[in-house]
């Protein structure tokens, strides 16, 4: 095990912690779990773990991969929260009412509503249903169609579209949130990980 | 050269996407909308601050007191990484064989008295073959020179 590896006596990570303000870390992680959890209670379970996890011997931070220790922290909270969800809720499969629901909406023969989903149609029925509901936004459906693509990264649909950075990310805001929407209508862990609709702040953007 | 992505992958990079997106959101923020978001949640910033403070304190200290207890295992580990390591000399062996191998130790002045800790809850017999194999190796460790 390499020095940055070990979190404990002089170690790199154990140096970057002392240094680090916690003052000023520590509210900002907390507003990130509040509104991720919409519970400041909730929101600072997660941020405690999330730093006793840190600080413990088997902290799987690697300041190698990701030197911000806010952002490694925030996906710690990510993660927690999402395993949290999940543990808590037996959703991981999605039932035959929910995605019969959706299927009456967007039609496709080739879809089986009489049994559980495999793993392959869930994702294809909710980008299918995803796409519909972006029909009537041409930017957001844009922005999908290069995910699909392999081109996500907000630069490189800067690029793509030659639309200025602001309209792409409230383009992709948009189609995360119509993204929310989908996994809360067939259901799915990923619900929870995406903007709701009802958030502050929507840019209506438009190129 | 972007490639043309399956669903499930595309799905989860919206979702990734999204996290990066707030947590980008979240770092650009100034500390007064930092508060500004707390005490839209019902959090106090002030209380927060203290209690970051504190809890980074407490985290450390307990860190420290606990570090021996990493420290000895990862020696503990590296150990026997290095066992394991060592080239295996008696995985042919027949059990007669390891059985005299093992008596010719605890005559060894060098060896009598670890092999007596390593069997001083059990008799020889009723160790496994591969049992006896492992502590053939541990004393062959020993004889060269890793106490």
């Known amino acids: ?207 | 050269m972007a490639t043309k992505r399956t669903p499930e992958e595309v799905w989860k990079a919206i979702v990734k996407g999204a996290e990066d997106d707030e947590i980008d959101r979240v770092l650009a923020m100034s500390d007064q909308e930092v508060d500004a978001e707390l005490r839209a949640h019902g959090g106090d910033p002030e209380k927060i601050r203290r209690e970051g403070a504190a809890l980074a304190a407490k985290l450390g200290a307990d860190a420290d007191r606990l570090a021996w207890q990493f420290e000895a295992a990862e020696a503990l580990a590296r150990e026997q990484a290095r066992l394991a390591a060592r080239p295996k000399k008696y995985d042919a062996v027949p059990r007669a064989e390891l059985e005299m191998l093992l008596a010719a130790a605890r005559t060894s002045p060098r060896f009598a008295q670890p092999v007596a800790v390593m069997f001083r809850n059990r008799k020889t017999e009723e160790a496994s073959d591969d049992e006896l194999r492992a502590l053939l190796e541990e004393i062959d460790d020993l004889a060269d020179g890793n106490e």
Not at chain 1, 37 to 59: F, H, K, Q, T
């Open chain 1, 1 to 207: 095990m390499n020095d940055v590896a070990k979190p404990h006596g002089k170690s790199a990570i154990r140096a970057r912690l002392d240094a680090e303000k916690w003052d000023k870390t520590y509210p900002r992680l907390r507003a990130f779990a509040a509104g991720r959890c919409r519970s400041d209670a909730m929101g600072a379970d997660l941020v405690n773990e999330a730093l006793a996890r840190i600080y413990a011997p088997d902290c799987a931070w690697d300041p190698a991969k990701e030197p911000s220790v806010e952002r490694y922290l925030m996906s710690v909270v990510n993660s927690l929260r999402i395993n949290e969800i999940t543990s808590a809720a037996v959703q991981r499969n999605v039932h035959i009412d929910k995605v019969r629901h959706a299927a009456e909406r967007v039609r496709d023969d080739a879809a089986p509503v009489d049994e559980v989903l495999s793993r392959e149609q869930i994702y294809t029925r909710r980008i299918t249903l995803l796409r519909a509901r972006l029909a009537e936004d041409a930017n957001a459906l844009r922005v999908l169609e290069l995910a699909l693509e392999g081109i996500d990264a907000l630069a490189d649909i800067v690029v793509a579209t030659g639309w200025t950075p602001k309209v792409v990310a409230a383009a992709r805001l948009r189609m995360q949130r119509n993204a929310a929407a989908v996994a809360r209508e067939i259901g799915g862990d990923d619900e929870i990980a995406l903007p709701r609709e009802d958030d502050e702040d929507d840019e209506e953007e438009v190129a």
